[in-house]
């Protein structure tokens, strides 16, 4: 698999590769000597063996461990590289790198009393708030990253990813290991986040935050999106423009915040 991700073979194959229904790909990987291939096979090994050091694995949309959620996606990844436990499930919290401290303050105490998996990218601000606040109430917390596993971005939530494996969540990624952040990565990204979760909140975007990505995502997925009741600042302007697009409104309050997304919730399943 991962030798046929260096050799940049497109994505329908890839996942064909996974799921074995490509054998003829798989005996071509193996067995061709082409320096091409070769260069590939040995770019592989060393990037298994970086994940091992890690004490990463390689999950493929064949494996039962691979989140059922990005399965609805139109290019689910046919790998992800994932440092820790993949839990099930779960709720995104996203927003600014730069938020208001109340929008910060709600993220973090919202994720710590939501009482379910907490799933977000690891980005200053909402993102880390959110984390933080799952791992303070032991909830297991997952982190999809625009980086490969083996370099961390931003660089100052290395302690943070550490904390989020060892506490039993993961940190997970669609690139090949080590890949350095792009800004596409991170975009490409979003659509996972959206895709992982039941739902998303947006606690606090601007209009061009990669936040809004994730919500057009769960938009396109069918996904319940839902945004604070915040306005003024800059830093809310991208909520209001999620509830002129149909994001369900939430109080400005843990506690009415809490009610609002459970008594949701439970008259969506029941309408299954």
Same mark, same amino acid.
């Given at each position: 698999m991962l030798? &046929? *991700?260096?050799?940049?073979?497109? *994505? $329908?194959?890839? $996942?064909?590769?996974? +799921?074995?229904?490509? =054998?003829?790909?798989?005996?071509?990987?193996?067995?061709?000597?082409?320096? +091409? #291939?070769?260069?590939?096979?040995?770019?592989? +090994?060393?990037?298994a063996q970086r994940l091992a050091s890690l004490g990463a694995s390689i999950v493929t949309i064949a494996d039962a461990r691979y989140p059922q959620g990005l399965r609805d996606l139109d290019d689910p990844s046919a790998f992800l590289s994932v440092r820790g436990s993949l839990p099930v499930g779960g709720v995104a919290i996203v927003g600014t790198r730069t938020p208001p401290a109340l929008a910060q303050e709600f993220a973090r105490e919202f994720a710590a009393r939501l009482g379910e998996p907490v @799933?977000?990218?690891? *980005?200053?601000?909402?993102?880390? &708030?959110?984390?933080?606040?799952?791992?303070?109430?032991? @909830? =297991? %917390? #997952?982190?999809?990253?625009?980086?490969?596993?083996?370099? %961390?971005? =931003? =660089?100052?939530?290395?302690?943070?990813?550490?904390?989020? #494996?060892?506490r039993g969540g993961a940190i997970v990624s669609e690139r090949l290991a080590g890949e350095p952040v792009t800004k596409s990565a991170l975009a490409h990204r979003d659509r996972l986040q959206a895709a992982h979760a039941r739902a998303v909140i947006l606690v606090a975007s601007e209009t061009d935050g990669g936040a809004m990505l994730t919500? $057009?995502? &769960?938009?396109?997925?069918? $996904?319940?999106?839902?945004?604070?009741?915040?306005?003024?600042?800059?830093?809310?302007?991208?909520? *209001?423009?999620?509830?002129a697009d149909g994001a369900r409104v939430l109080p400005f309050d843990v506690e009415r915040a809490l009610s609002a997304l459970q008594a949701f919730m439970s008259k969506d399943l029941a309408t299954v």
């Open positions: 030798t &046929a *991700a260096y050799l940049h073979i497109p *994505a $329908r194959r890839l $996942r064909s590769l996974a +799921r074995g229904e490509d =054998p003829s790909l798989r005996e071509w990987l193996e067995g061709d000597s082409a320096r +091409r #291939v070769a260069h590939a096979r040995r770019q592989a +090994r060393e990037a @799933v977000s990218g690891l *980005a200053l601000g909402i993102d880390a &708030a959110a984390h933080r606040g799952a791992l303070e109430a032991g @909830v =297991p %917390t #997952v982190a999809y990253v625009g980086t490969g596993l083996g370099t %961390t971005y =931003p =660089p100052e939530h290395r302690a943070l990813e550490e904390e989020i #494996v060892a919500m $057009r995502f &769960a938009k396109q997925l069918g $996904r319940p999106r839902f945004a604070l009741a915040a306005y003024g600042d800059r830093c809310y302007y991208g909520n *209001a423009q999620a509830h």
